[in-house]
């Protein structure tokens, strides 16, 4: 059955798509558009033509699973053309998100009416792309060249109201919008059609152009879409519609075709996926979660509670110190002051929030609490006498959560009666702004944890991914082995200036000595003392370690990898830690040589790879995607590279082994033995998109 049906209501035709769960353009949709258009405008009774659609929302855009495959007919571009040459007007009724080629078929709708809650955007940048169906060349016309710039290069949605006061949509309604939709379409009905590709584009001064392209070059770091888009707006200025047209078509081909397009929208199925996990479905019991209480007010603390608050759970906050537990509170009346004072937050909000918020320091008063998450000191004595305590009070169902980043949730979980009840739920640092959390499931945590978790994960508007236990889970185990590099690189002759300097222009967020120096040395310090499996080698984190002994910890202190003024959060060389560094190399007997930025970027990247694999392997992470959205959300790994599996899967699996395989003979099996799951799939020709979790 076709996903496009055609419905005569009196001289009114409505078209409507029903195609879950977003309604997008996939071939029988498209095929059907065209269908019911040519059988509405050859209707005798038919006046006027509603487009609108089932479900949760109007079209959401391009179907994106299909731009992996060859391009099938009838083309976007072309639908839209087809529906602005009707001779019948053609009403769009929105609601939901009318995004990408969801917006562009609406614009080459002669009217557009949406319903107040209805959000229209063109995304496609958040894909590597560039809108494909003439929506560079339509919003220009609706909107104008500035607004039509904002709208493309952010890609985020715009409030039907805002729509409205932007000419791109005609009417807003509250509530009815079928009704309201067929009242319009009868009172334009016998109006010659109201085409969007006849409208000029206001004239704008060519600065707008140059501005929008160092803005670009300042924020969008490599992205090259962004710079395309500009291009087809200044097109849509001084050439034909159709030409404008053309262009664009040409220039979307080239941003699907290319690898930041592919990564990009890796990322996008990868972080859908992470919802999905075995043995858990719709029918899963989940537990109730009405309230919680953190445990440790320190910043980690801190930020989670207020996370919690702001999605409007009661929240208790506790701490052993009294100083300690005023300043948490200090905290997050801090965060809800910077959310008003951003805008973000009414005063309403914050006075809501902070009445939210309540503090102590007995555990009795958690008997009733559903989730309770520890964020205390990275230390398994402290944990465990935290866990025995709640175990003594908490009531059953309780959900007894660890943020440890580090420590075996087994062991934690083995100081309660109740080990079913007991999971990581690791936040990220700022804990109410990045978006990860990795929930940790423990040899005996309950399904119904695990699916709270999730519900929980979302309810904070954060991805959730399910990881297994194991020292650092997936995240920090694979930062030890991208971070042993960078430690091993300074040894031997890259400064961290240098090695952060090619890993940022790479793509990530920030290189690893800037991170290190946030973050706080004395964090991984400590971490590292309370592991009792490190490497026997005297060169594994050496630099880092004797930064921690000498007090320079980061930013906290002025002093770490780097200098910081007073109040800076941007460090500069410190020609004494290069004296350091050096003078270690020459005790530890490394030579130092010139190293060039291939290799930087090789060893570490391929780090990630190596212990990625063996994550698969062991079992860790269920899918490869998973720990690319990890990498992605957590750790700042570059959104358009897809994360470090999908980055490797498309370098070849060849020709990483290769290159692991060199650094084994270069630098040893220690850390550089190919896993045999990398060493199988490069034989096979394989990738890691096609592993499958055993078991
Ligand atoms: N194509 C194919 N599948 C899509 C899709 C799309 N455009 N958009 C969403 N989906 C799928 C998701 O993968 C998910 O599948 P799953 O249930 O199997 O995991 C399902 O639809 C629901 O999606 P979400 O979980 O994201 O649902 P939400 O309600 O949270 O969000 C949404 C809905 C706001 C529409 C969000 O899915 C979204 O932003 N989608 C992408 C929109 C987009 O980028 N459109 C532009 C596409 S490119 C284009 O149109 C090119 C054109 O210019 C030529």
């Known amino acids: 059955m076709s996903p496009v049906s055609l419905l005569q209501d009196g001289e009114v035709a409505v078209i409507t798509i029903d195609n879950p769960p977003v309604n997008a353009l996939s071939q029988p949709v498209r095929a059907g558009l065209v269908r019911c258009i040519a059988d509405a405008e050859q209707d005798g009774q038919v006046r006027s033509i509603v487009l609108m659609c089932a479900g949760r929302t109007f079209i959401a855009g391009a179907d994106i699973r299909e731009f992996d495959r060859p391009p099938m007919e009838p083309h976007l571009p072309d639908i839209v053309s087809r529906i602005e040459a009707c001779m019948k007007p053609v009403v769009a009724a929105l609601h939901g998100t009318a995004f990408g080629g969801g917006l562009e078929v609406a614009m080459g709708c002669h009217y557009r009416i949406a319903v107040e809650t209805a959000q229209v955007g063109l995304p496609e940048v958040k894909l590597g792309l560039l809108p494909g169906a003439s929506g560079t060349q339509r919003l220009p016309r609706l909107a104008g060249v500035q607004k039509a710039l904002e709208i493309m290069l952010s890609g985020d949605p715009l409030p039907a109201p805002e729509a409205l006061a932007s000419g791109i949509v005609d009417r807003v309604v509250q509530t009815d919008l079928a009704t309201a939709a067929i009242a319009l379409a009868l009172e334009v009905s016998g109006r010659p059609p109201r085409r969007v590709r006849d409208l000029p584009v206001a004239a704008v001064d060519p600065s707008v ?59 996008f199925f990868a972080e859908r996926e992470t919802g999905k996990v075995p043995g858990i479905d719709g029918d899963t019991p989940l537990r109730p979660v009405n309230s919680v209480a953190v445990i440790g007010a320190g910043t980690m603390g801190a930020g989670i509670a207020y996370a919690c608050l702001s ?44 009445a939210r918020l309540s503090t102590g320091n007995d555990y009795e008063s958690l008997a009733d609490t559903d989730l309770v998450i520890e964020a205390a000191f990275e230390n398994i004595a402290v944990k465990k006498e935290i866990f025995s305590a709640l175990d003594r009070v908490c009531k059953p169902g309780s959900i007894l959560a660890t943020n440890t980043s580090t420590l075996d949730i087994d062991a934690i979980a083995s100081a309660t009666n109740r080990a079913a009840d007991v999971i990581g739920l690791h936040f990220f640092s700022p804990a109410h702004v990045m978006r990860l959390l990795e929930i940790v499931r423990g040899r005996a945590t309950a399904t119904d944890v695990i699916a709270t978790s999730l519900q929980f994960a979302k309810r904070l508007r954060k991805i959730g991914v399910v990881v297994g236990n194991g020292f650092g889970f997936v995240g920090n185990r694979m930062l030890y082995s991208y971070g042993r590099e960078n430690q091993l690189l300074l040894l031997e002759g890259a400064a961290p200036e240098v090695i952060d300097r090619v890993l940022y222009d790479w793509g990530m967020a920030m290189g690893p000595n800037a991170v290190g120096d946030l973050a706080g040395l004395d964090v991984g310090y400590r971490i590292r003392r309370e592991r009792s499996n490190l490497p026997d080698d005297p060169r594994y984190y050496r630099v880092a370690d004797l930064l921690a002994g000498m007090g320079r910890f980061g930013q906290k202190t002025g002093k770490g990898m780097y200098l910081y003024e007073k109040g800076s959060r941007s460090g500069v060389p410190d020609p004494e830690v290069q004296a350091l560094i050096e003078n270690e190399s020459k005790k530890l007997g490394i030579v130092r040589r010139s190293i060039d930025a291939a290799e930087i970027i090789d060893r570490c990247i391929y780090g990630l790879v190596t212990e990625g694999a063996r994550i698969l392997q062991d079992g860790i992470a269920l899918r490869p995607g998973d720990i690319d959205v990890i990498w992605i959300n957590g750790y700042g790994f570059p959104r358009h590279r897809g994360g470090p599996m999908h980055y490797a899967d498309a370098v070849g699996l060849d020709r990483v082994y290769a290159r692991v395989c060199e ?11 190919p896993p045999p799951l990398l060493e199988q799939l490069a034989r096979d020709g394989g990738t890691f998109s096609q592993f499958v979790a055993s078991g």
């Open 663 to 673: 650094f084994r003979d270069r630098f040893g099996a220690q850390y550089w033995q």
């Open 311 to 354: 999605a409007r759970l009661p929240v208790r906050i506790m701490d052993n110190s009294r100083e300690g537990l005023e300043q948490g509170v200090a905290t997050i009346r801090e965060l809800f002051d910077a959310g008003v004072k951003r805008g973000k937050l009414s005063d309403a909000d914050r006075t809501a929030g902070l």
């Open 209 to 267: 152009f140059e501005q929008a392209r160092s803005n670009v070059a300042e924020r969008a770091r490599g992205l090259f879409s962004p710079a395309k888009i500009i291009r087809c707006v200044e097109m849509a200025t001084d050439l034909s519609f159709d030409a404008g047209c053309e262009a664009e078509r040409q220039l979307f081909l080239e941003c699907k075709a290319s690898p930041q397009s592919a990564g990009l929208r890796h990322a």
